[in-house]
């Protein structure tokens, strides 16, 4: 039974705002701006989605961006996201952004931070669902790069919580962006990165050591270091757990064989996210229901992933504690 998932009161915490991009909205946003696009239909466009790795899905998750151009397309990007997510139970969610995708295209960053940020408000008073923007460095790109990009993103300091690194991970190792991410901590920024996702243990290591991240996306890989699984079990790090972009993307080839089960029995802090839901055919609780069914997951075990959610995030205490407190009254049955 689904029923239990569809109202669990839930966050969101690894969602890249550029992988919600709808085929319908990508038709649509390219006839508005003039944008040729390599399909004839929306449904051309979903037969291309099948991916043997996370590099054949990057190429496309780029090419999908070239029909975001003005502020009004992040905006409705966002604005729907929003809208699908709260349908979805989330009451917090936050928000990866990459502004290189954008920037090296020649869209400001204040055009793509402007939609995204207006609809983050807007959604909020809408829809009541409460928000935090993390900006990603692309990780394929010289560190220079992503360093000129925390640059420009000091300007909107306030708005933005925290930095993330993304993109190609195989032979792109976090340390290469240990200064940048210095950099950040000591502007105030909080920080996460992906690893482990097909990249080897010394990546997720790496992300803590040199990183010095407060979450870990994805993390998969972790559980092949008895070492690294007992450090993560020791900090309490949350791990930000994507399974149907893992089966996407040839992680796992079948998700009774997912590794949120060893996760859970190494007593590791995961949460459940979507990743790019417009690419890897599901929404934050198609992730939840895809692993209740491949692993038989209690509604106790939902509820403690929901509880989780909340905790991993970025909120402050008392609005945690309120919202895992919600948890709670649901999962008791009040
Ligand atoms: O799943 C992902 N992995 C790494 N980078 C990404 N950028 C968007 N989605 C992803
Ligand atoms: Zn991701």
Not at 112 to 128: K, P
Not at 139 to 146: F, I, Q, S, T, Y
Not at 279 to 305: H, K, P
């Amino acid at each position: 039974m689904s029923d239990f998932i569809s109202a669990l009161p839930k966050a969101e915490l690894h969602i890249h705002i550029e992988g919600s991009l709808e085929p319908e909205m990508m038709f649509a946003l390219a006839g508005r701006n003039g944008v040729k696009l390599p399909y004839d239909s929306v449904e051309a466009v979903r037969a291309a989605y099948s991916f043997a790795n996370l590099q054949e899905f990057l190429d496309l998750y780029y090419q999908g961006m070239s029909v975001l151009l003005r502020e009004e397309d992040f905006y409705d990007l966002t604005l729907a996201y929003l809208r699908r997510s709260a349908a979805d139970g989330v009451k917090h969610t936050e928000i990866f952004f990459d502004p290189q995708g954008h920037t090296s295209r020649g869209v400001a960053f204040a055009t793509v931070f402007n939609g995204i940020h207006r609809a983050l408000q807007d959604g909020e008073r809408e829809l009541g669902i409460t928000s935090k923007l993390i900006l990603c460095f692309l990780r394929h790109l010289p560190a220079e790069d992503a360093m000129a990009t925390l640059e420009a993103a000091m300007d909107y300091r306030e708005h933005i919580v925290g930095v993330g690194l993304d993109s190609s991970e195989n032979g792109h190792p976090p340390e290469l962006f240990t200064a940048v991410f210095a950099k950040a901590r000591e502007a105030g920024f909080l920080a996460v990165a992906h690893a482990g996702e097909e990249g080897p243990p010394a990546y997720v290591w790496g992300a803590l050591n040199a990183l010095a991240v407060d979450r870990i996306d994805h993390g998969n890989r972790a559980l092949e270091d008895p070492a690294l699984v007992a450090e993560l079990a020791a900090r309490s790090m949350p791990l930000t757990v994507c399974p149907l972009s893992n089966l996407c993307l040839g992680g796992v080839t079948d998700l009774a064989d997912h590794p949120l089960r060893a996760m859970l029995d190494h007593g590791l802090f995961v949460t459940l996210n979507s990743d790019d839901p417009a690419y890897f055919g599901g929404y934050v609780n198609e992730n939840y229901r895809a692993m209740q069914q491949a692993l038989g997951l209690s509604d106790t075990v939902l509820g403690q992933i929901a509880r989780n959610s909340f905790a991993a995030s970025f909120l402050d205490d008392e609005t945690k504690a309120a919202r895992i407190a919600e948890v709670d009254r649901y999962v008791n049955g009040g």
